[in-house]
């Protein structure tokens, strides 16, 4: 079954990290602010709790969203048409200049959520490969069902393996609702582990990790397994 699987494109990275709570005040926010606009356009939008800038969205809807509050910053590319190593460049260069502004010393926990979707060659809908490929939902099991699908997925959460490695991985793989030829698979990776600002290896690092989990997983996952002998 994985060979009916067309490669994957990124849909959405949002990275939020922690770090320990700042006294930040309108001063630091407006400098973010203007180091940002000498890389793009951001519009400049003030929270309950920080501030928020974000790009206008192009033709194709996609849009940069940076939000800092005391303790987190995150930064989003949702959607987008990048590429995991281009949008993993360009969330470190947002990083640069968030940091450049404010003094913060190092990120607590990071959070990664990345979306991406994988077209299924010579499939025509998601939802009855996912059922009757992966799941081997028996035909008389839906029966009685008036209403049809919308969707339909699975989720898997992987806990910590070890005291020395505090990640989680929350994986969902399901068929996109938008576009039923098409499975949409989305991974919260979380990793809790301090990192001081300026080793922006291990973020990438990090990033890769939660790219390849979510990439590798998903198409064991989607393999699917052998119809029963008769």
Known sequence: MESMLGPASLLAQIS??????AGLNAGHYREVFNRLSQVGTFNYLITCDGVELASPATESGASVKVTLVKDAVTVSFDPTT?????????????????TGAIPLPVFVHQVHV??????????TDARQFIMNEVLRMEPERLQGWERGFGSVGVRFVFPPQKMEDLSTHDLKVESFFQDATKIFIEDTASFLVPVPVGQWDTLKT????????MDEYSRVLLKGRPAPET
């Open 16 to 21: 939020t990290l922690r770090f320990p709570p």
């Open 82 to 98: 990048k590429s995991a190593e281009f949008a993993a460049e360009e969330l470190i260069g947002i990083l640069k200049e968030v």
């Open 114 to 123: 990345l979306r991406k979707t994988l077209p299924l060659q010579g499939q």
């Open 206 to 213: 990090n990033l890769a990790e939660a790219n390849r989990f």
